[in-house]
């Protein structure tokens, strides 16, 4: 393997990611390998020369020598072992997709970075390849994928919107009652509303999908054009169940605190923080989506809903003389 010239910043940055990225791949795969089920096992096996590989290369690559994750690193290796010994070979293979997703997305950040350096491009489509192809079929096998990137979706959408918009509520209308018990009845009741709107809408919108795509295949084998077999998304019925029952529980996350007890919306407010963080890190990392922006967003969407619904309490109150 060639090694790089002289890294700029930039480089050094991307390179420590990249270094510490395919250590703790490697790192996980042979925890793995010692708690795996014994068809698990040789799926690793035929994965750890994959990633010894690409651990060396990034390594002489930019010329850089790690030998040690950070803390943060492995705090998350520990969390997937002990997640992955609890749950068994679900989680293993859960596990190995989420990685899969992830260097797919990293390496073509590389790839868009340095394919014009004529020197060090197939060396780099080499190792693209690896991850692409051999990772790939090497994951999924014969199996279908566990991770289905609809039915995240449609988690992510339940539980976004039932946290942000029943900790909203909560919020105003702790501002406009300024009485628990009316907090409490008022919450349930929006978000057992929501969660059968939202699971009407997702049915509505999942069948609609179906029907177009089911007439624009008979228009197209009536004239005789050759189609494709279309991938059976999920079912409207099994949409609409997913994401009313996710929103359901991200609305239960800020009327729990009321219900035990609490008289003001700070409880509610932290507690659907702190589990809106532990979301969006979860399912980023099954999705491969970025965790830090997934959080980020969301916080900010909630700090909005909250001072929005909270002045709209106040202003109701005053205006209409609320008093319970």
Same mark, same amino acid.
């Given at each position: 393997?060639?090694? +790089?010239?002289?890294?700029?910043?930039?480089?050094?940055?991307? *390179?420590?990611?990249?270094?510490? =990225?395919?250590?703790?791949?490697?790192?996980?795969?042979?925890?793995?390998?010692?708690?795996?089920?014994?068809?698990?096992?040789?799926?690793?096996?035929?994965?750890?020369?994959?990633?010894?590989?690409?651990?060396?290369?990034? @390594?002489?690559?930019? /010329?850089?020598?790690? @030998?040690?994750?950070?803390?943060?690193? %492995?705090?998350?290796?520990?969390?997937?072992?002990?997640?992955?010994?609890?749950?068994?070979?679900?989680?293993?293979?859960? *596990?190995?997709?989420?990685?899969?997703?992830?260097?797919?997305?990293?390496?073509? @950040?590389?790839?868009?970075?340095?394919?014009?350096?004529?020197?060090?491009?197939? *060396?780099?489509?080499?190792?693209?390849?690896?991850?692409?192809?051999?990772?790939?079929?090497?994951?999924?096998?014969?199996?279908?994928?566990?991770?289905?990137?609809?039915?995240?979706?449609?988690?992510?959408? /339940?539980?976004?919107?039932?946290? $942000?918009?029943?900790?909203?509520?909560?919020?105003?209308?702790?501002?406009?009652?300024?009485?628990? /018990?009316?907090?409490?009845?008022?919450?349930?009741? $929006?978000?057992?509303?929501?969660?059968?709107?939202?699971?009407?809408?997702?049915?509505?919108?999942?069948? #609609?999908?179906?029907?177009?795509?089911?007439?624009?295949?008979?228009?197209?084998?009536?004239?005789?054009?050759?189609?494709? =077999?279309?991938?059976?998304?999920? +079912? *409207?019925?099994? #949409?609409?169940?997913? $994401?009313?029952? +996710?929103?359901?529980?991200?609305?239960?996350?800020?009327?729990?605190? !009321?219900?035990?007890?609490?008289?003001?919306?700070?409880?509610?407010?932290?507690?659907?923080?702190?589990?809106?963080?532990?979301?969006?890190?979860?399912?980023?990392?099954?999705?491969?989506?970025?965790?830090?922006? %997934?959080? !980020?967003?969301?916080?900010?969407?909630?700090?909005?809903?909250?001072?929005?619904?909270?002045?709209?309490?106040?202003?109701?109150?005053? $205006?209409? /003389?609320?008093?319970?």
């Amino acid at each position: 393997m060639t090694s +790089s010239p002289a890294a700029t910043s930039a480089d050094v940055r991307l *390179a420590k990611r990249l270094i510490l =990225d395919e250590l703790f791949d490697l790192s996980l795969y042979r925890t793995l390998h010692a708690i795996a089920p014994a068809d698990l096992r040789r799926t690793l096996e035929a994965l750890i020369p994959v990633e010894t590989r690409h651990f060396a290369f990034w @390594q002489d690559f930019f /010329g850089l020598r790690v @030998q040690r994750l950070d803390a943060g690193r %492995r705090i998350k290796l520990a969390l997937l072992a002990l997640l992955c010994r609890i749950f068994g070979a679900p989680a293993i293979h859960l *596990a190995l997709e989420a990685i899969e997703v992830h260097g797919v997305r990293k390496y073509l @950040q590389v790839w868009d970075r340095y394919r014009d350096d004529a020197r060090l491009r197939a *060396a780099l489509r080499e190792v693209l390849e690896d991850e692409f192809k051999h990772e790939d079929a090497t994951v999924a096998g014969d199996e279908a994928r566990k991770i289905n990137p609809e039915r995240v979706r449609n988690i992510f959408l /339940g539980l976004n919107d039932g946290l $942000v918009e029943i900790v909203g509520a909560v919020s105003g209308f702790f501002a406009a009652f300024g009485n628990a /018990g009316m907090v409490l009845m008022a919450g349930i009741t $929006v978000g057992v509303a929501g969660a059968i709107s939202m699971a009407a809408g997702a049915y509505v919108a999942t069948s #609609s999908e179906a029907e177009v795509r089911d007439t624009e295949t008979a228009r197209r084998r009536f004239l005789g054009e050759t189609t494709a =077999d279309a991938e059976t998304g999920e +079912s *409207a019925l099994g #949409s609409a169940i997913v $994401v009313g029952l +996710s929103y359901f529980a991200g609305a239960l996350v800020p009327v729990l605190p !009321v219900l035990f007890g609490a008289h003001t919306a700070w409880p509610s407010l932290i507690t659907a923080g702190t589990i809106i963080i532990v979301v969006s890190m979860l399912l980023a990392f099954l999705s491969g989506m970025n965790v830090r922006r %997934r959080i !980020v967003t969301n916080l900010v969407i909630i700090a909005a809903a909250v001072g929005i619904t909270y002045v709209i309490g106040i202003v109701t109150k005053a $205006v209409f /003389g609320i008093a319970v």
